[in-house]
């Protein structure tokens, strides 16, 4: 099935795309803020560019959207053409490898889907200032 979009259009559609400070990830700053945490964002110098960076204790926090990261891939990707099942499976391979590459330096990882966050956001707070607090050894 093609395109319903022109070229031009796909592009500029997906040119809208938001890459940081989604609402998802907005509000975990904010909720991780409002409990005295202090982070980084978007660290261009570590694999994956981590959403959120505790530098010190070297945790980063990657909120991963459900359809670009591949929440429950396997349940709808047949339902993709193959050019967005590419990508897709592209992003969940580059999203392992990123993880890996941060665990290699020494990083803890902590991914979290946007769903989470939009159903349970005080509790996706609490488990990363849990981390947190134990990398620091408190």
Known sequence: MADKLSREQRSALMGRVRQRDTAPELA???ALHRR???FRKNVKGLPGSPDIVFTRIKVAVFVDGNFWH????DAWKDRL???WR???ERNIERDRQNGTDLE???????RIWEKDIKKRLDEVAEEV???VELRRGR
């Open 28 to 30: 975990l700053r904010s």
């Open 104 to 110: 290699e330096l020494g990083w803890q990882v902590v």
């Open 81 to 83: 053409q193959p050019f």
């Open 70 to 73: 591949g929440y429950d891939f």
């Open 86 to 88: 590419a990508k897709i």
């Open 36 to 38: 005295g945490l202090r």
């Open 129 to 131: 200032a849990a981390v």
